[in-house]
């Protein structure tokens, strides 16, 4: 069963424009939620991360977005630019199951000039 | 700080020679360790993870084995590559308690031929 679901696979936005990568969780006991940006031939970069006691945490234009009761969060990235298209991978994680980590499938943004 | 080293970056191998991936994490003790596949365009696939010297956790059965000879130190082999081990393999870590995190090496881009 997969633990996370991610969507859409594949995204195109315009310059400027909003970037909406959505997921859905199933185990209620996930206490950790980030996002990971990967670059081709790279290895994914922690981006942002929330926790499930705030609904909403924003750094510069990315905000994560996080609805506990629908067991949901979304990344948002604000004035997309050419230099955010990459694939990014939503995750989440038990703090005391090893901190192993349940990714999504990725979504593939490409932010067109 | 806390880094990651994963090597070599890129390895052509032909079927049916042996494999040996390592990585090492510097500035810190104890760290959970693991093992991911991605396939090209594809998501994170964990292969192996560690939570001490010697225990190894092996989540799909497969062609490849793990092993902890040292604290900081997670290898990847096989003995026999097939062509279906071609991928991009990246070595994580992440605090063994008491803390978030999860950061990923390079990778390691293997072509098997």
């Known amino acids: 069963q997969q633990q996370v679901k991610q969507s859409p696979q594949s995204l195109i936005v315009q310059k400027g424009g909003i970037s909406i990568i959505n997921c859905a969780y199933e185990n209620t006991a996930f206490d950790y939620f980030p996002w990971y940006q990967q670059f081709p031939g790279k290895g994914p970069a922690l981006l942002i991360a929330?926790?499930?006691?705030?609904s909403e945490k924003k750094e510069g234009r990315f905000t994560i977005s996080f609805n506990k009761s629908a067991k949901q969060f979304s990344l948002h990235i604000m004035d997309s630019q050419p230099g955010d298209s990459a694939t990014y991978f939503c995750a989440a994680s038990r703090k005391y199951n090893f901190n192993k980590f349940y990714f999504g499938s990725g979504t593939k943004l490409n932010v067109k000039p | 700080s806390q880094t990651i080293h994963q090597w070599p970056a890129t390895l052509v191998q032909p079927v049916g020679s042996p494999l040996s991936l390592e990585c090492t994490v510097e500035g810190t003790s104890n760290p959970n360790l693991y093992w991911y596949r991605q396939a090209a365009g594809r998501g994170l696939q964990l292969l192996f993870y560690s939570v001490g010297i010697g225990q190894i956790s092996s989540e799909v059965p497969q062609n490849l084995s793990a092993s902890r000879p040292q604290d900081r130190q997670f290898i990847l082999s096989s003995k026999k590559l097939l062509l279906s081990d071609s991928g991009f393999y990246l070595c994580a870590w992440s605090p063994d308690r008491g803390g978030y995190g999860y950061t990923f090496g390079s990778g390691t881009r293997l072509t098997v031929v």
């Open positions: 929330i926790r499930p006691d705030v």
